[in-house]
Nanobody, 120 residues
Framework: QVQLVESGGGLVQAGGSLRLSCAAS????????MRWYRQAPGKQREWVAA???????NYADSVKGRFTISRDNAKNTVYLQMNSLKPEDTAVYYC??????????????WGQGTQVTVSE
């Protein structure tokens, strides 16, 4: 059984910062790509950032230069540092981890989501 637990969301004023965390636990054999997505009210879920197991990163144009994704392999945790937040960053943020659990092949797993609200 694999679980992803997210934390770090909240309410912040425009221009502020938040740091999201997503910890994977359970019978994990290997973790490959770790990603963050977000879904604003009435919109489709969109990809935000990704980090490979050799620390290559990629970002959506809308967050490039403001958000930083990182990972701690010893803790099976991925982070999203969000700076210079804008009201349009308001969304539920989800982590997505492509991993292999014991006795199984690679699969995508999703966190439960954490709310980020940016006020004017």
């Amino acid at each position: 059984q694999v679980q992803l637990v997210e934390s770090g969301g909240g309410l912040v004023q425009a221009g502020g910062s938040l740091r999201l965390s997503c910890a994977a636990s359970g019978s994990i054999s290997s973790i490959n790509i770790m990603r963050w997505y977000r879904q604003a009210p009435g919109k489709q879920r969109e990809w935000v950032a990704a980090i490979t197991n050799d620390d290559n990163t990629n970002y959506a144009d809308s967050v490039k230069g403001r958000f930083t994704i990182s990972r701690d392999n010893a803790k099976n945790t991925v982070y999203l540092q969000m700076n210079s937040l804008k009201p349009e960053d308001t969304a539920v943020y989800y982590c997505n981890v492509y991993l292999r659990s014991l006795g199984s092949g690679y699969k995508n797993y999703w966190g439960q989501g954490t709310q980020v609200t940016v006020s004017e």
